[in-house]
């Protein structure tokens, strides 16, 4: 078996897998990329008073209602002080990537003592027998990048508190990976999706550049073909759109992104990232009218997930060292919001007519958990010295999207 760098999933972990430094130079381009974001969207905003874009955006009093039978606001809410421990740790959970595994690369476990609060209700922790029970039977696929294998990584931990998943199918990238628990008959599958949609990284003389050419209007097959006999998929989208990308539609050249070229639109990201979001969701719609699938499905999106590098970009001495969650007035990525506002905006649309989807709307509370990242606290073969402010440490703030996911199953009953 490839034992070959589980324990470097970053972004383009298919790249830093391979012993090859051009691979650590794509996934450092991305880093850099969520840096610029930073400056170049974030950062006008925090001129702007900021309870305003948090509290009061039209879009996010829309979240009330999203998901069916939706009773309280599960995503708007604060992180409360609580001390009771983790759900695993290092020991209990057999997939704990080097990655993630931020206590053995000696991060205080303080910043585990928070609990998210919903404003009008609470939100309870994710109780594995009750999610087996309701999944058994059942595939659940996962669509993104190495944010939602992130996703995939914590509800493998907190599930095998019950019951210990086999990996039963694991391409040599390892961009593919089918995990089964027997007991329950359920799997989960995650596909390492950059875009969603087609997408060609460019090479000069047969050696990768970095910058792809998108078909904002295509599906990717990769994933699309893989749809049937799934009652549940969770797509995600984001991170590699932060970089230098050229889009096409309807196979025409129509711009690109952070490029500044004299002959060529520039788009601005939020635009591409929801033009992609509503392909993909979209075509989800089509299967499902079309009785493509064999079973009735549950779409999911799960929102943005912000990274948090402060005082530089990643070369640059960019770091994440809080010990807390922020206060509102440290708040650095304000702008996040209106990533995610474009992504629910998309789900709003496709919602109307046959097929489920909800909304797995994690942005706001994952905005002031700068705390939660590896940081320094990861094993850093391919990437020596530098911060991960991207990923989420496991246990930590990233389990909550499994707490919230579960809830939102829950309102779609008849699954
Ligand atoms: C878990 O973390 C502890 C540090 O608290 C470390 O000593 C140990 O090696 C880790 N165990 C595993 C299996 O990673
Ligand atoms: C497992 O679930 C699938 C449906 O997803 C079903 O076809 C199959 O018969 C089940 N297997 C067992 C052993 O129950
Ligand atoms: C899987 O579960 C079935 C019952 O659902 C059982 O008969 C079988 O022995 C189990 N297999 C393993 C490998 O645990
Ligand atoms: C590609 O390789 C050819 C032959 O080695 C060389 O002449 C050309 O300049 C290279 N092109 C680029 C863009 O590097
Ligand atoms: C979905 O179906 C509509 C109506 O037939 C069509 O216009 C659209 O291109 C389809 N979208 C995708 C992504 O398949
Ligand atoms: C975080 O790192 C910066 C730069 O190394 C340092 O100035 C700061 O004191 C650190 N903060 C904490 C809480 O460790």
Known sequence: MNSAKHDTTGPGHTYI??????????????????FTLFFIFIFPFLAKPKQVMISESPLLKQSKDINSHATCDLFTGKWVREIRGPSYDNRTCPTMLESRNCEKYGKDQDFLNWRW???????????????????????MFFVGDSLARNHVESLLCLLSQ???????????????????FNSSNFT??????????QATERTINGTKTGVFDIHMDKVDTEWANKLHKTHYIVISTSHWFFRK????????????????????KEINFITVIKKATRTALEFIKNSTEEHHFEFKTLTLLRTYSPAHFEGGAWNDGGYCNRTRPLKAEEMMGVGDMELRNG???????????????????????MMVRADGHPGKHWNDEWMKGFK?????????????????MLQVMKRFSSY
Not at 388 to 404: R, S
Request: aromatic share 12%.
């Open 17 to 34: 897998s391979n012993p090859n430094r051009s691979g650590v130079f794509l996934w450092i381009l991305l880093i850099s990329s969520s």
């Open 117 to 139: 609060k919903p404003h009008g209700c609470d939100l309870p922790r994710f109780d594995a027998g009750e999610f087996l029970r309701m999944v058994k039977g059942k595939t």
């Open 162 to 180: 019950v019951e210990k998943p086999v990996n039963v199918y694991k391409d040599k990238e390892d961009t593919s990976n089918i995990w089964y």
């Open 188 to 197: 989960i599958k995650s596909n390492f999706i950059k875009f969603l949609v």
């Open 245 to 264: 990308n050229y889009f096409y539609e309807n196979g025409k050249l129509i711009g690109c992104t952070f490029c500044s070229e004299t002959n060529l």
């Open 343 to 365: 992504q629910v905006e998309e789900l709003e649309k496709v919602k109307k007519g046959e097929g489920e989807f909800g909304v797995v709307d994690v942005t706001e509370s």
């Open 388 to 404: 991960d402010c991207v990923h989420w440490c496991l246990p930590g703030a990233v389990d909550v999207w499994n707490d919230m």
